[in-house]
C-alpha cells in the first residue's frame, strides 16, 4: 500500500512538472517578437564635419565635439494587422545615441520615419564609433 501512495504521488508529481513545462513553454513562445533586424551605426568625431550616405546602416558622418546631429531609419509594417515596434541601442553607442520614439505601434500598411539623435558631448574624444540598433517586431 505504501508502495502504491508514493507511486501516484511521484506520477502526480511529474503530470504536474508536465503541465508546468508546457504552460511556461507557450508563455514564452507568445511573449516573444514574431521578427527581428539589426541595423549598424557609425560616427566619427573629429575637428570637421562630413556626411556619409549608406542604405545598409545608419551614419552620422562626422560631427564636430558640442554638436547635435538627426537621422531617421524608415520602418514599414506589410502586415495585415497592426505591429508594436521596439528599438535597442547597444551601450557602446548609448550615451551618444538615442531615439526619442523608441517604442511605436504601426497600423498595416503604414510607414514610419524613427527619428534618431546623434548628440556629442563638448569633451568627446576624437575617433571612430560604432555600434547597433536593434528592432523588434511584436503582434
Request: proline share 6%; hydrophobic share 50%.
Amino acid at each position: 500500500m505504501k508502495n502504491f501512495k508514493h507511486s501516484r504521488f511521484l506520477l502526480f508529481s511529474l503530470f504536474f512538472a508536465c503541465l508546468i513545462l508546457l504552460a511556461l513553454s507557450f508563455y514564452l513562445i507568445q511573449h516573444r517578437p514574431f521578427d527581428s533586424r539589426v541595423l549598424p551605426v557609425r560616427f566619427m568625431i573629429g575637428d570637421k564635419v562630413g556626411i556619409e550616405i549608406n542604405e545598409s546602416a545608419l551614419t552620422f558622418g562626422r560631427a564636430l565635439p558640442g554638436t547635435t546631429l538627426h537621422r531617421g531609419v524608415f520602418v514599414d509594417n506589410p502586415y495585415a494587422f497592426p505591429i508594436t515596434v521596439r528599438v535597442f541601442i547597444n551601450q557602446t553607442i548609448a550615451s551618444y545615441v538615442f531615439a526619442p520614439n523608441a517604442t511605436f505601434i504601426l497600423s498595416s500598411g503604414a510607414r514610419y520615419e524613427v527619428p534618431f539623435v546623434l548628440a556629442v558631448p563638448s569633451n568627446a574624444e576624437a575617433g571612430n564609433y560604432s555600434g547597433t540598433l536593434l528592432f523588434e517586431f511584436w503582434k
